[in-house]
């Protein structure tokens, strides 16, 4: 149980690494990734500026080198090379001198948290921007400055991963994670270390009944590009059956949900169920609407597209103070936050890869006691030790899914796996396919 | 927005017209009503006396001249002339003298309201009946009084109007209001005008997709002649799609719907959600079941007939001390209130006429910022400003109705129509007939 | 109404009878029962050691003669000729000197009841064992004990018992209760002495539409032997409509029912119907999932029997302190607990025989008043008088059936029978069959 601290060691190491929607951020962030999960069929792919995406397009490649206000005495502010959320996401090149009045125009503060820079981008209207906090703001006096960026907007292409891991079915799970935001540890270092954790152990599964796909990219346009290449929305549309974005997994706060806009999918029923159940949450945890998305799931349940994707989270993005701003460091997240996500999303897996309509061959309750499950001696209560196994039989007709019967009888998965695996092996129970 | 005055106008002018079941203030009504609405489709019909409609018979006309009690000393009591309420409806023809002891078994009073004078008919059993405040019947002494009712049954007709209004298609919306009520103002000169001021507003819309009914009858036995006749009920299940009867809608009090039988139908939809969103409720009504019907839904809603007609009040009928009594003057009614039930049944027509099914043309989210429908900066909460056109974006899948976004993104339909023009004007979305 | 009684006297007769899954004590019970009932197609069925039912066997048959423990002073203990329950049920023969210290590993008592010999059975693992108060046993002193039990377990048979009684149609009708516990009053003399009486009430009705089903068996063995043996399965599966199991219905406590595990079959909607609108009730009663089961329910309900057989109780078995131990006595019952029993399953069984779907035949409502059933004079309030008249028919409409209604329309079936039969007089309604 060290994949909490694993996940942390390799959020760390993306942390300091400077990612937009595209660049070289992004394929730096992707190759360390790639080799994290040692699974050979991790592929990082490229799309040209330019080319269609429904109704996007790919929008050119940006590069940014350094960043800086300059006063007239030569101290500097919003200085990139001390922290990169000081420069605006896809800011145009400048450099040129220009009055206080004219520069506060440019200059982004968050105004009810004054000692934290905000993240902003903008990019799809061309303008350049810096960012500081509110206290740093109020300190410029009036005066001239130099306002200085080194970037450059050219036609070059977005990066994006996927690593698909086949099972005994094409049946296929969907993990997909954002690499686009720059320096800020829970949103998302946390989240593509989760996916690189979780598709370590898919890769090392003695055995997966479902192929499962990891997509690590950058967020809307990412997930619009993605969906729009190499006919993937039909692919996906054929073998999907469940899928989870992953942002915002590393604090120690509750797990949340953000339902599907179907609300009762195979991806909602089963984390719902894990997150009821396991020993993790103790039964709390935050549910979502779908009005509440805003990550990826937002693009994979749009119409026209209709996967239905769960969002996945400690803490919701958009719920804590932190969110979006230099206050989101490596001290936010923590080793138990990651174990938790990972141990939940592991569950979710277990619970998937046995979620078979179970069915009992024989009318009537087996005779349990031939076969030394059933007590021995019947006495008030002595029913309440095989409750569960007694529950799972009867409602093991065929029509319920193990979802359902957990649900129903009240008894986590984990409990009735076990109750399965001797089911199957005394030939009382017939497992038939549940999707 | 003087429909509120204009429609107290008119309920002012009804008000002090005789009316029953039949007879000729329901003609004289209908005329007034006729020559306000201003369109020249509406027809007024006379059924023959003895016309079988269903189960029931069109009954004798009722003519009323004049009607008192007179004591030896010459005083007079329960003076039609004075209160046309004093009569109970279609009281036979009487003119003798008879003692106080015979007399009080023809007196109706309203026991817990000592001041007002009840209204009673006796359509379909003959006899004879005066309607007093319970403080007037007390002060009655013994003696010897003189009962006249100058009354006549005679084989005549039953009279009601009809005014359909065509719209793109047949599918049709019935609106029905009452006709037999005498000086009552809320129950049902309310209603009356309410539907006249309607039925002007439906003949001036510039474009109608549906075609629009008006109805004004006797309730009950009007409702089952007019349905009887002409081969009514069997268009009547052809086109209609939604219906509403209109009673009561003068006064200030809550808006109320009383629901049909099948609680969700297109009626009930259109209306709760209008109820529910617009600035007129601020979320404040009532929800009565069909349990609680009791007007001319009664009929709509009856086996063999089936129309989901809504009921649509302020205060419901049954609701209101004033109900049934000389207590429902015009001053118990207001332009205020008359406004206010005009602008939910005008916001129910809107919602209606952009109820179809929205389905997005291309998958996953349009890209609205090059077309200057996003923010162009990214920071924390800059979604919120777009909320309402993202969620609909999100919903418009094709499988959902109007009304049914609106429920489930929780915005008013009033804020929905515009982006639906915007996505229309963009080619973005494909509209589907949801009938 | 002098049904309780009866029944009380019944399970008196029965009550000092020592019972088990086998036995002379079941024969001379269902002998008893038989001549009670007084309808000779009541058969008694034997099945032989060996046979097989489903995944079960047909258990040796036991005879118990005596039991006691001895101590070397002659004194007795655990003594079978004073309490039958001192035995563990299927004990083996056993006549040997044995240490304190071997002994109470053979001594079963409730803890939590001092006072209370416990009833234990041991039916599927050869022991033997005897049960005494906690108070009694704590008085054994250290030192030799005679432990006696002349009993046997030998090839022979097991016994149950079926009536049935036809109908006009072959759709039927179950009520099941169990024969195999020894001397305790409601459980399950009551149940016994509940389904004799109800077999009485049956056989006697003047009409039946249904064919009712008793049977009389022990509980889990008897169940799965009788729904294997002669095509019963798949003759119960073709024809059953309803069924409840009785026991514990002789007490004072609140009615329950456990529900099906599907929550809603004729079987659970009829009794919840009883319960709740019942003069006996008064709408207390408390519901018990499927996940509370315990007696034969737990068999019918399961997967490939799948017949929807409600349990039925007074205080459900497992709830009342007295369940499974000797201070269930005669005392613990009543004449009043087994009347409101016997009342409640005959009013579900009035419920059923009236359950059709019902239609008017005519659109609109009928003209009740030339029939004398609406009040000649309108007046405020008059219309409550006939409200539940006016509700069923305008409920009545072919798609529902009368629970839906009743439920629906909120008024009890006992009320809505009158006016079906009023409503059919008039040749007003057309009844269908609901199943």
Redesign the interface.
């Known amino acids: 149980m060290n994949e909490g601290l694993e996940a942390y060691n390799l959020a760390n190491r993306l942390f300091p690494i400077y990612r937009s929607i595209t660049g070289a951020g992004v394929r730096e962030s992707l190759i360390i990734i790639k080799d994290y999960i040692g699974n050979n069929d991790f592929q990082i792919y490229e799309v040209k500026t330019g080319t269609r995406a429904?109704?996007?397009?790919v929008p050119r490649e940006w590069k940014i080198r350094d960043a800086y206000i300059e006063s007239e005495d030569g101290a500097r502010y919003a200085d990139f090379s001390k922290n990169c959320l000081h420069v605006?996401g896809y800011s145009k090149n400048v450099d040129e001198w220009i009055d206080y009045e004219e520069l506060i125009n440019h200059i982004?503060t968050?105004e009810d948290q004054e000692d934290a820079i905000?993240?902003?981008?903008?990019?799809?209207?061309e303008?350049y921007?810096f960012c500081m906090s509110e206290k740093a703001k109020r300190k410029l006096k009036k005066g001239r400055y130099h306002v200085y960026i080194d970037s450059e907007l050219f036609d070059g292409s977005l990066t994006y991963a996927e690593l698909i891991i086949p099972g005994e079915t094409e049946k296929e799970v969907l993990f997909s994670t954002y690499t686009c935001h720059p320096s800020m540890a829970n949103d998302n270092c946390s989240g593509m270390a989760l996916a690189a954790e979780l598709a370590k152990y898919v890769t090392n599964m003695s055995q997966r009944h479902y192929t499962y796909r990891f997509v690590f990219i950058p967020e809307?346009i990412g997930?619009?590009v993605y969906?729009?290449q190499n006919n993937r929305?039909e692919k996906l549309k054929k073998n999907f059956i469940a899928g989870y974005t992953l942002s915002c997994v590393g604090d120690n706060g509750d797990y949340s949900i953000i339902n599907t806009?179907k609300t009762d999918s195979l991806s909602d029923r089963l984390l719902m169920n894990v997150l009821h159940f396991s020993e993790k949450t103790k039964g709390n945890y935050k549910k979502y609407s779908?009005?509440e998305?805003?990550s990826d799931e937002?693009?994979y349940?749009?119409?026209?597209?209709?996967l239905s994707v769960v969002g996945f989270c400690r803490t919701k993005y958009?719920e804590f103070p932190e969110?979006?701003?230099s206050l989101d460091t490596m001290n936010y997240i923590s080793t138990d936050g990651l174990q938790g996500s990972f141990d939940v999303m592991k569950e979710t897996i277990e619970a998937l890869e046995y979620n078979y309509f179970y069915?009992?061959?024989?009318?009537?309750?087996?005779?349990l006691?031939?076969r030394g499950l059933y007590p021995?001696?019947?006495?008030?209560?002595t029913?309440d030790a095989i409750e569960a196994m007694i529950?799972f039989?009867?409602?093991?007709?065929?029509k319920l899914d193990l979802l359902d019967i957990s649900n129903?009888?009240?008894q986590p998965i984990r409990v009735l796996i076990p109750i399965i695996k001797k089911l199957k092996d005394e030939n009382?129970i017939i497992v038939e396919e549940s999707l």
Chains 1, 2, 3 share one sequence.
């Open positions: 429904f109704d996007w397009t605006v982004f968050q905000p993240y902003v981008t903008s990019y799809y209207a303008r921007g809307t997930a619009i969906l729009s929305l806009i779908y009005l998305r805003g937002r693009q349940n749009s119409p026209g597209v209709d958009w969110y979006h701003t069915r009992m061959k024989i009318p009537c309750e087996p005779q006691g031939k021995e001696i019947s006495q008030k209560a029913y529950n039989i009867g409602y093991a007709n065929g129903m009888i009240e009382l």
